[in-house]
């Protein structure tokens, strides 16, 4: 396969929950050489309401941990979201714990202390479940999406997109067929400011320009829709 896997998750926010302050600190450091953002908290109940007032694509969660531990936090997530990429980190093997992660959808579960290579498989398959195990899509009109590249594919041609246009059409693609409004996009392109409409009407005319003006459809008042 001619693609890094991980390049997919270069432009992703990942959110890592574990009440051990080494380890945490150790895995936001490394986890910065992969993501965009990320963001490490110590226990489940400051996570859920992290999650209230913030986008993630991906989660890294510890079981054991006070206030609210990792299992039950990711069994209130999953009632929200069914599809987010979710990583267990435990010292724990109990059949137990590995039956509970089965049954909450986890994509992998690793053991402490952390193994780079397992780390980085762990990562492989986290990517692979983001763009649902296709890292090249059909848009429309011969036009293809390379998750990798972040780029467009066209009659032979690469048409380059900037990063706010990736990250937006990739959020398109996740949600094709649900009207995204003003306020979703916004939340997801940016942090913390506040950026106007017509920021956000910009990236769509430039992505209507390089691909195609039906790539995406005006929501009157409200926002706009992706579907073939």
């Given at each position: ?50 999650l ?81 195990n ?43 067929g649900?009207?995204?409004s ?23 005319k ?23």
């Amino acid at each position: 396969m001619d693609c890094n896997l991980l390049d997919i998750l270069s432009d992703k926010r990942v959110l890592c929950v574990d009440d051990e302050e080494g380890i945490l600190t150790n895995l936001v450091e490394i986890l910065e050489n992969f993501f965009q953002d990320v963001k490490g908290l110590k226990d489940g109940k400051l996570a859920l309401e992290e999650l209230e007032f913030n986008s993630y694509d991906v989660l890294f969660f510890d079981i054991c941990m006070p206030k609210m531990d990792g299992l039950e936090a990711i069994k209130k997530i999953r009632e929200i979201d069914s599809k987010i990429p979710i990583v267990i980190l435990s010292a724990h093997t109990d059949q137990e714990y590995l039956w509970k992660a089965v049954e909450l959808k986890i994509t992998k579960f690793l053991k402490k202390p952390l193994d780079k290579n397992t780390l980085l498989e762990a990562l492989k398959k986290v990517a692979l479940e983001l763009v649902d195990n296709h890292v090249i899509v059909e848009l429309l009109k011969g036009y293809k999406y390379d998750f990798c590249k972040k780029s467009v594919l066209h009659k032979g041609k690469t048409i380059n997109l900037s990063k706010s246009e990736s990250k937006l059409l990739e959020y398109f693609l996740k949600n094709k067929g649900n009207v995204l409004s003003f306020e979703q996009i916004a939340d997801y392109l940016w942090d913390f400011e506040q950026p106007s409409k017509e920021a956000i009407k910009s990236i769509i005319k430039e992505l209507r320009r390089k691909i195609d003006h039906d790539i995406v459809k005006n929501i009157y008042g409200i926002g706009y829709i992706y579907e073939i």
